[in-house]
């Protein structure tokens, strides 16, 4: 073939052109594959426990899988799920990566923690806590057993039970619960109670009707919580019943209530009052009580205790207060019965507190629903005969008794009404201190007596002796009247020692 020149040409620049094209090629290749794999793909694997299970674009994919698929195998039980996975989210630089969406992400996790649950399941015991006190049982059917078994011992009409559920604020915890049965539930149990003599001792009173418990608790914190088993040692029931009801004695102080004694309360607590006695060095046997006082008494205690409240009716005895009758005819503070009184009864109800079966308060809701049997007061004939050196100011009955100091706090002394013109009598003998007008007094003597004590005579109408006599006991010193603050015809009486005024019924006779 003949090539021209210009042909010739064209063939030397395709050489050329070839030439050139090689050789970029070849420089090229390298570069580019060394930039192709610098360049990262960016997303984020998941591994369960040292397995991957998937990858997703974003941290926050992974994350929201993971929780999509523990919502999801928490709905498949009842109750706590306990596993404890390893769980690591990690960025990966592979150029070639097989990612999921999050739903995808989420249905693989959740095969392997469903897959891992079954595998790894592990079996629970249950600590009981009573305040600071445990003990561990193999299931909760035991626990609610042993607390079931105590509360029955005071719940005699089996009116509650105990149920356990799961608390919402402690992870593996329950909480305890003690529930009214149904009426339904309740009905034979009353009637075999009743048949079986079953009720609460009323102390002084008759129980007529058993209301049952109004309210039951525990008086202790009580709490549950799942250990891993083996963890701790288990008791059985018969052994954590015994260890929560054990009683023992400790001393605590006692507030003493109204008429409380002390054979009331050692009554109350199943000691003797020499017991009592043993315990308190300042109090012995003839020691009486009033409310308020605080003593030491001999306390059963257990390390469970069930708390009760119980609305009881009973018949109740009741008395009445004595009638009183002033008798001139007996010399004061020697009183004398004419009438016997009668005790009466009535219906009473309270509401009674106890601990396990100790009484510790008692409120009373009715006091007397009615009267089965009247009470009847006694009769009592009360002294007012003076047996001191005193002398009334007023002959043997004159004068009525109208009013004093100890009555109405209104006056120093005591008046009595009386005809003007009567005569007044010096209550003792002494000297005439004072015989004029005074004040309020009007015409007033004041006679001193050797013991110190003043004797003052005020309203009179006419004043029989002056300053600086001497008197005798039962002489005339005046005559009454209405003069000064009187309000009518009277005779105002008053003794004075070291300037403090004297009830004059505690010297002289009031009629």
């Known amino acids: 073939m003949h090539i021209t020149r210009y042909g010739r040409g064209i063939k030397k620049a395709a050489i050329i052109i070839t030439a050139l094209t090689g050789f970029i090629v070849a420089f ?29 674009n974003s941290v926050n994919d992974v994350n929201e899988a993971l929780a999509n698929a523990r919502k999801k195998l928490s709905a498949q039980y009842s109750s706590d799920v306990y596993m404890n996975p390893d769980i690591e989210i990690v960025e990966e630089t592979r150029a070639i990566a097989n990612r999921s969406s999050v739903d995808e992400l989420s249905d693989d996790i959740y095969s392997y923690l469903f897959d891992n649950v079954l595998e790894v399941e592990r079996n629970f015991d249950y600590t009981l806590r009573v305040d600071d006190y445990t003990v561990t049982l193999s299931s909760l059917e035991e626990v609610e057993d042993v607390l079931n078994q105590i509360v029955e011992q005071y719940d005699t009409l089996s009116q509650y039970k105990v149920t356990i559920a799961s608390s919402e604020k402690i992870d593996s915890g329950y909480v305890v619960n003690l529930e009214k049965k149904s009426e339904s539930n309740q009905s034979s149990d009353i009637v075999a109670a009743a048949i079986g003599g079953d009720g609460t001792t009323v102390n002084e009173a008759t129980d007529v009707t058993n209301g049952g418990i ?59 009052v020499d017991d009592l006695v043993k315990l308190n060095p300042l109090i012995n046997a003839n020691t009486i009580l009033v409310e308020g006082d605080i003593i030491t008494v001999p306390a059963k205690e257990t390390i469970l205790t069930v708390v009760t409240t119980k609305q009881l009716s009973f018949q109740q005895d009741y008395d009445v207060s004595p009638e009183y009758t002033d008798d001139d005819s007996l010399s004061k503070y020697n009183n004398v019965v004419t009438t016997e009184g009668t005790t009466g009864q009535r219906y009473t109800e309270a509401n009674i507190v106890y601990y396990n079966n100790t009484e510790m308060t008692r409120s009373y809701v009715t006091v007397g629903m009615y009267v089965t049997t009247e009470a009847t007061p006694a009769s009592i004939s009360v002294g007012t005969l003076s047996s001191s050196s005193f002398t009334r100011p007023l002959a043997t009955s004159v ?7 100890f009555d109405d706090g209104s006056l120093n002394g005591v008046i009595w009404s009386v005809d003007s013109g009567t005569d007044v009598l010096a209550a ?58 009187a309000s009518d015809n009277e005779l105002l009486f008053e003794i004075w020692k070291s300037g403090v005024s004297l009830n004059p019924l505690d010297y002289v006779n009031k009629n």
């Open 428 to 485: 003792n003998d002494g000297t005439v201190t004072k015989a004029r007008w005074y004040s309020d007094y009007g015409y007033v003597v004041e006679i001193k007596h050797s013991d110190g004590t003043i004797t003052r005579y005020g309203y009179l109408s006419e004043l029989n002796v002056s300053e600086g006599d001497t008197v005798t006991k039962g002489s005339v010193i005046a005559k009454t009247g209405n003069s000064g603050a």
């Open 214 to 272: 109004t309210a039951i608790e525990f008086k202790e914190n009580v709490s549950i919580i799942a250990v891993p088993e083996g963890i701790e040692a288990t008791a059985s029931v018969e052994d954590a019943l015994s260890q929560l009801t054990e009683e023992k004695t400790v001393n605590e102080s006692y507030i003493v209530a109204e008429d409380e004694d002390l054979e009331f309360i050692a009554s109350k607590y199943g000691v003797t």
């Open 399 to 405: 004068g009525t008794y109208k009013s004093g100091l």
């Open 28 to 56: 090229s290749i390298p570069f580019y594959t060394k930039s192709m794999l610098d360049t990262k793909v960016g997303y984020y694997s998941i591994s369960i426990n040292g397995v991957t299970v998937g990858a997703a």
